[in-house]
């Protein structure tokens, strides 16, 4: 059973740039979620996609966008990078159960300089 | 919104029992789970509660009380490998779906 993978592992970017960050689900699971996690903290919730649409989001600005396709693969897509936006994003996938507990990747770690 | 309190750092003695506290507050209450982060590493699933009492999974037990917002974990015969960060998160209904929702974290340090 392959896990949920993500990549980059690490990635560097400017003020002001884009940034697309990359998941592949675990084999099995349909939902997928966005998490940042700045250092100390725990994970906040950005978004979330099952069969392809956005059905839940956090209170993160629109900057900050997703997609899922059919394969359950996902993106999280971030414009106009801000020094903010510099932490740990990490992608969870899991069934759509509601006690079904998520399974998280190892996470890409973005600087903004 | 959703407001989710832990204890930001413990300290316990290997071979001891230590209990971490939680206690939330939100609209749409849909299960409460807690993870286990070692430093560099991804959250990873330690237990779910959804109905009020207790869960036991080896030496680590989770509780939940509904009506007063409140969980807790318990890890026995500490060991130094848990030194880690325990993250307790709220499962809640938005819109029909089923999102998840972490407070900061409680970091435990097991000395010898």
């Known amino acids: 059973e392959t896990g949920v993978t993500q990549s980059p592992t690490h990635l560097i970017k400017t003020r002001g740039q884009q940034v697309t960050l990359r998941c592949s689900s675990q084999?099995?699971?349909?939902?997928v979620s966005w998490y940042q996690q700045a250092l100390g903290q725990g994970p906040q919730f950005i978004f979330q996609?099952?069969?392809?649409?956005?059905?839940g989001r956090g209170n993160f600005p629109p900057r900050f966008s997703g997609l899922q396709f059919p394969n359950y693969s996902s993106e999280l897509n971030v414009n106009a990078l801000e020094l903010d936006d510099s932490a740990l994003y990490l992608c969870?996938?899991?069934?759509?159960?509601?006690?079904?507990?998520?399974?998280f990747g190892n996470g890409t770690r973005l600087t903004v300089t | 919104g959703q407001n989710i309190d832990q204890p930001t750092e413990m300290t316990a003695t290997e071979g001891a029992i230590v209990q971490i506290n939680c206690t939330y507050q939100?609209?749409?209450?849909?299960?409460l789970f807690w993870y286990q982060q070692h430093a560099g590493e991804a959250p990873t699933f330690l237990s779910y509660?959804?109905?009020?009492g207790l869960e036991e999974k080896g030496r680590f037990s989770s509780f939940l009380s509904r009506s007063k917002g409140y969980s807790y974990l318990l890890l026995k015969e500490l060991q130094m490998k848990d030194s880690a960060s325990y993250l307790c998160?709220?499962?809640?209904?938005?819109?029909?779906?089923?999102?998840?929702?972490f407070g900061t974290g409680t970091r435990l340090t097991v000395i010898p």
């Open positions: 969870a996938s899991r069934t759509m159960g509601a006690n079904s507990p998520l399974h």
């Open positions: 084999s099995g699971h349909n939902t």
């Open positions: 996609y099952y069969r392809e649409e956005e059905n």
């Open positions: 939100t609209s749409g209450f849909n299960g």
């Open positions: 509660n959804v109905l009020d």
């Open positions: 998160a709220v499962r809640v209904v938005q819109t029909g779906a089923n999102n998840l929702f």
